[in-house]
């Protein structure tokens, strides 16, 4: 009898630490890392319609990079514009050149260390009154 009181608070127990560990960790996607990041920057998160792609390598030497594609509806582009500082046209590559502008995108978690980040647009072929965004960040490290 003693033994299976003790089988069966073992069992509790066991259980309690594997629910406990499982709602501390975060399942992280490229969108969520995406999201994480922007919020750390001055600017926030933009808002987009459609998220395509996020990558940002796990172990950066002497700084970090990222780059992020997703579409905005015009209005999301003029405002994530607006909170950068530029002008919507400064970044739309509306004659297929890049943009080579590095745009300062100061960090609230590390004032020291800004952002400098490249903001690509173009048209949406697929959606009207839209645009497909590419950035490429890096921050550099001392």
Known sequence: M?????????????????????SCSKISTPESEFKDLFSE???GAPQYQTFSNFFRPPDALKGDVCNADFIQSEDQFRLF???????????????GSPNNDWIKVNSKLNPK???????????????????EVHIEGI????
């Open 2 to 22: 003693r033994s299976r009181i003790k089988e069966k608070l073992f069992f509790t127990v066991a259980m309690s630490i594997a629910l406990s560990l499982s």
């Open 41 to 43: 920057l001055s600017v």
């Open 113 to 131: 260390y800004p952002w400098m980040i490249k903001v690509e647009a173009r048209a949406s072929g697929s959606v009207t009154n839209a645009y």
């Open 81 to 95: 514009a607006s909170r950068l500082g530029v002008s919507p046209e400064k970044i739309l590559s509306s004659t």
């Open 139 to 142: 921050q550099p490290y001392d």
